[in-house]
């Protein structure tokens, strides 16, 4: 059994809200977080809307508790990329943290690990602390091999960012299997690979902030976020709710 949270990193909390939302599903979203909203010593707390949205969603958090950013970004900072968002202009809208290689884009978008690291240093580079999304899939966790996935998604980041530029950002297990399935990480595979990620920095990893992503709800937080290397979450389904996500914020807050 894992061991209780003694760590003093911040906790984080984090909505990806995919391809979700529209202006009116946001504004009532958003209306009800804020009115929901509770101060929160222990966490920080952000909201990643479609990049269509981030202005919108920038203007009603203004001046909250609650930070916002992208959900992924191109790794140069400006050209002729059709249909692309940099960093730079991340930053522009005042974003604080950008999701890279979501295994969504991983997928769909053929995001290899090496492009992965490029887009991390960018938004370095811009000033957004990226949010590194790393996990296995299922046929690798039964053939055994889900550490060294793992190890070898973060060694792409490592060798071209190096190992302190790693250790400032925000790491998110994410196994693939767990992502909108409904099937949540049992609190020992979780604290497994969270263990791992951390020992892999060194001294530098008991700073290093990793959240755990995959079906985290209201009623499975608590047990997550009581685990020592566990840090927080990176919710999906669970950040369109807003009773479901302040629940989430509350359990982080008072969770160790
Ligand atoms: P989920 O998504 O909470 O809906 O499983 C998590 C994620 O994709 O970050």
């Not at 222990?42 to 920038?58: G, K, M, N, R, T």
């Not at 997928?107 to 580079?125: G, I, K, M, N, S």
């Not at 190096?162 to 994410?174: H, K, P």
Request: aromatic share 8%; hydrophobic share 45%; glycine share 10%.
């Amino acid at each position: 059994m894992a061991s209780e949270s003694t760590a003093q990193r911040r906790r984080l909390v984090v909505g990806n809200w995919k391809m979700y939302g529209s202006r009116q599903e946001n504004t009532f979203l958003l209306a009800d977080i804020l009115a929901g909203w509770e101060p929160l010593a222990e966490v920080d707390v952000a909201i990643c809307p479609s990049f269509i949205y981030l202005p919108q969603v920038a203007e009603a958090l203004q001046g909250s508790a609650i930070a916002w950013g992208g959900q992924s970004l191109n790794p140069d900072d400006s050209g002729a990329f059709t249909g692309e968002v940099s960093g730079p202009m991340l930053a522009d809208v005042n974003s604080r943290y950008v999701i890279v290689g979501h295994n969504e884009r991983r997928r769909l978008r053929a995001e290899t690990d090496q492009f992965v690291a490029l887009q991390f240093v960018a938004a370095q580079r811009a000033g957004l602390i990226p949010i590194l999304c790393v996990g296995e899939s299922a046929e690798d966790r039964a053939a055994g091999n889900a550490l060294a996935f793992i190890t070898a998604q973060i060694s792409a980041v490592i060798n071209l960012a190096g190992i302190d530029a790693v250790a400032r950002a925000v790491l998110a297990y994410e196994p693939i299997w767990a992502v909108g399935t409904g099937k949540t990480a049992t609190p020992e595979q979780a604290a497994e690979v969270h263990a791992h990620i951390r020992q892999l920095f060194g001294e530098r990893g008991e700073q290093l902030t990793i959240v755990y992503g995959g079906s985290v709800k209201a009623n499975n937080a608590a047990q997550l976020f009581a685990l020592a290397d566990i840090d927080g979450a990176l919710l999906g389904g669970a950040s369109l709710n807003a009773e479901e996500f302040l629940a989430i914020c509350r359990h982080a807050n008072t969770a160790g």
